[in-house]
Nanobody, 124 residues
Framework: QVQLTESGGGVVQAGGSLRISCAGN?????????VGWYRQAPGKERKFVAS????????KYADSVRGRFTISRDNAEARAYLRMNNLRPEDTAVYYC????????????????WGQGTQVTVSP
């Protein structure tokens, strides 16, 4: 099972940009897993944000972020990224990453365990 650690969150004004990272535990096995990004606002359900296939040839995005966010990965560095542009206050949430079979990443209910995530706060 891949272990992933999120980092790079912070506070940004509306309209600003931020890139958050997802680091795998072993470079040797990182490419075995497609990676998804998810977010959870206080009092709300965790929701799918974006996903990327094992070698980065295919991506998926939630309607709410399509055109603003870009998911990418660097298997040699055992990292995946989420570049967030034109941020809105409604993007404020704890952002999580997780790995698995690409076709199963569309829902956070695929996973039974999560890391601590990274907080992204967008001020108006």
């Amino acid at each position: 099972q891949v272990q992933l650690t999120e980092s790079g969150g912070g506070v940004v004004q509306a309209g600003g940009s931020l890139r958050i990272s997802c680091a795998g535990n072993f470079q040797r096995t990182f490419a075995r897993y497609a990676v998804g990004w998810y977010r959870q606002a206080p009092g709300k359900e965790r929701k799918f944000v974006a996903s990327i296939s094992r070698y980065g040839d295919d991506t998926k995005y939630a309607d709410s972020v399509r055109g603003r966010f870009t998911i990418s990965r660097d298997n040699a560095e055992a990292r995946a990224y989420l570049r967030m542009n034109n941020l809105r206050p409604e993007d404020t949430a704890v952002y999580y990453c997780n790995g698995g079979t690409y076709a199963d990443l569309w829902t956070p209910k695929t996973f039974t365990s999560w890391g601590q995530g990274t907080q992204v706060t967008v001020s108006p």
